[in-house]
Every structure is written in C-alpha cells, then in structure tokens.
C-alpha cells in the first residue's frame, strides 16, 4: 500500500481532513446552486485565498512523512471557469456529475461554473435535444441503455470545443438517427464532435471513435507552443495555468532530459528549447503518436517519444 493511501485510505477519510481544515475559515456564499449536493466542488464556500490555504496544508499533510512541503499554490488566474474538461454522466434521466459521497446518484445540473458560460451553454443545449430527441441514457448499475457520457473540452486560448458523446452500441437504428440528428446538430455549436463505442462495464467515458463530424481535433496553446487534442489523450485540467508551472520546469531542466508519463509531450516540447534532447516515456500508443504529431506541429525536432511502461523503461538502465 502506498504511503498516500495509508495516509488517506478512503475519499471518505480525505474529505473528513478537509472538512477538519474548513472549520478554522469563515464560509462564503457558494457561487453554483448544486453546491452541496454536487460532487463537483467541495471548497466552493471559503474565499479562493482560504481554498489556496486548505490545499496547501493538505498537501503538507500528505507528504508530511517524506519532506517538509515549502512553497505556495500558484493561484489560477481565474477560480471559476477553467477547466479543460468536464464529463457529464447521462443516468437515471439525468446529466450532470455525482452527487457528493454518493456515486450511485446523479446531480441533473442547471449551472456549472468550471467550463466557460459558453461551454456550458452548448451542454445545456445538448442536454435539452437529448431528452426532446428521446436519446435513451445509461443505467450504469445495470448496465443497460445507451448515452453514457457527454464529454466537454475546450481549448481555452483558441476557444476550440469538443464534444463527445459516449455511448454503447445503439439498441435500436431509430437511436442511432437520433444521435447522429444530435451530433449533427451540436457541431453547428462546437469545432470537434465525436460520437465514441463504450460497451465494457467499467465506468469511464474513453471509447472508439464511431463518427467525427467537424475537426478531429481541438488546438490548445501553451505559451508560444500548440498542441492537437483528441478524446482520448489527457491534458492538463487548468490550461490558464500550466505554462507557468511549465516555465518553473524549465528553470532546472538542462542537457539530456526525461520526460516520464509524457502522455502528448506538453512538457518535453515546452522545454525543449533548455534542454540538448528530451526523451518522453507514456503507456499509450496513441499519445505517444500525438506527442509525435505535436513536436512535428511545433517544428521541435530534438525530442523523441516512446510507446513503454515508464518502469520498464527505467529497467533498462
Ligand atoms: C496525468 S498524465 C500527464 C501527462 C503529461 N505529463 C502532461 O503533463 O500533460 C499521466 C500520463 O501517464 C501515462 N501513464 C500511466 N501509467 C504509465 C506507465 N506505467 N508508464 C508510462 N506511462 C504511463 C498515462 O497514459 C498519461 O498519459
């Protein structure tokens, strides 16, 4: 067992410390009305500044048996707004996010104040069609249904939107018109839409792409540097925020350098410049061939990546 998992055993044990930490600062009005019952945001009630103060201290608390923690978060530029990606879950005639400690439970959001007002709009409306459409949703107990996931993600420098909807095969072929109706009708809204086959019982919103209509990719920007996102690539969840991080990398990176669990090569081409060479390491054929197609974007040419598990990788001495 790893020494955060002793530490934290449980979400259960990991949000009894922070309730611990909330007591000690004065509580503020939550922006979003699901908060609360939505397991989206849990320190929505305390001033960004005394956000900042709880997660530090959790993180010393986490790494409190290794080293001291030195050092402050960086604030995002914007606390509201700035994620990447959200995955809304379509169950039980609802779509929207967990409700708070209980998985089995789905919060039907109205608002959700972590994507942009206009990412949210194009969920909203997608949302609105699903249901006049008929679209069936997915009973992720019995597995049984169809529409499990609506994915949004959104380049925050270009404003580029993807939307992907994740689904089992289709039951019938009048489903199916209907998604693609939908799909047709979502990529008058946003640049990228995917239609992505996930028929396994396990919980996740990744899948094969069935149908793209509009771009296959969205663009983001880091700093000077661009990067082609597809739907089953990670990128960073606060794109405002990363290239300052990036650039704090870049302070102590020289020479030959390593960049593990590289997955589309964000970093190894951000500093690629500081150093004589970057090697990057990811599991996933697939990010590794966008790590590929991203240096080749950026006209980098000293970095190489590898499809390997970063442990054999390292065997190799
Ligand atoms: C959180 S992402 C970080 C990606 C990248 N460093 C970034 O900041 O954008 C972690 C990456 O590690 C990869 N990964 C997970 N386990 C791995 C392993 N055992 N060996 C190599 N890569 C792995 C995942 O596929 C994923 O792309």
């Known amino acids: 067992m790893s020494r955060e998992r002793e530490k934290f055993p449980s979400t259960e044990s990991i949000r009894r410390f922070f309730d611990r930490l909330k007591a000690d600062f004065p509580k503020v009005e939550p922006v ?9 945001c849990y320190l929505q009630d305390l001033s960004y500044e005394d956000q900042l103060r709880v997660k530090l201290e959790f993180l010393k608390e986490l790494f409190s048996d290794r080293f001291e923690l030195e050092g402050v978060i960086i604030p995002s530029p914007q606390p509201l707004y700035y994620r990447h990606r959200m995955d809304y879950v379509c169950a039980f005639s609802k779509m929207g996010l967990r409700m708070r400690g209980n998985y089995a439970e789905v919060v039907d959001l109205e608002e959700c104040h972590l994507i942009s007002p206009r990412a949210f709009e194009v969920f909203r409306f997608v949302k609105g069609r699903a249901r006049e459409l008929g679209i069936q949703d997915y009973d992720f107990i019995e597995h049984k249904g169809f529409l499990r996931y609506i ?3 959104e380049a925050k420098f270009t404003n580029e939107l993807m939307i992907a909807f994740t689904a089992t095969s289709p039951p019938d072929l009048l489903q199916r018109d209907k998604l693609l109706e939908l799909m047709a009708e979502t990529a008058q809204r946003a640049e990228s839409v995917y239609w992505l086959k996930h028929e396994g019982l396990r919980d996740h919103s990744y899948g094969e792409p ?3 209509l509009g771009k296959p990719y969205i663009v983001e920007k880091v700093g000077s540097y661009q990067f082609m996102i597809k739907p089953d690539v990670f990128f960073q969840s606060n794109p405002l925020l990363i290239w300052k ?3 704090d990398i870049k302070e102590h990176v020289y020479g ?3 960049d593990l669990y590289c997955g589309i090569g964000t970093i190894s081409i ?3 410049d500081a150093c004589e060479s970057v090697t990057g390491v990811e599991l996933v054929q697939s990010s590794v061939e966008a790590a590929k197609a991203n240096a080749e974007l950026n006209g980098v040419k000293n970095v ?5 598990d970063v442990g054999e990788y390292l065997k190799r001495g």
């Open 32 to 40: 979003c009305k699901h908060f609360g019952r939505c397991g989206g």
């Open 304 to 308: 190489k990546f590898y499809a390997q």
């Open 256 to 258: 030959r350098a390593l």
């Open 151 to 153: 994915v949004v993600r």
């Open 210 to 212: 069935v149908k793209i």
């Open 270 to 272: 951000y500093v690629s």
């Open 245 to 247: 991080a990036y650039d």
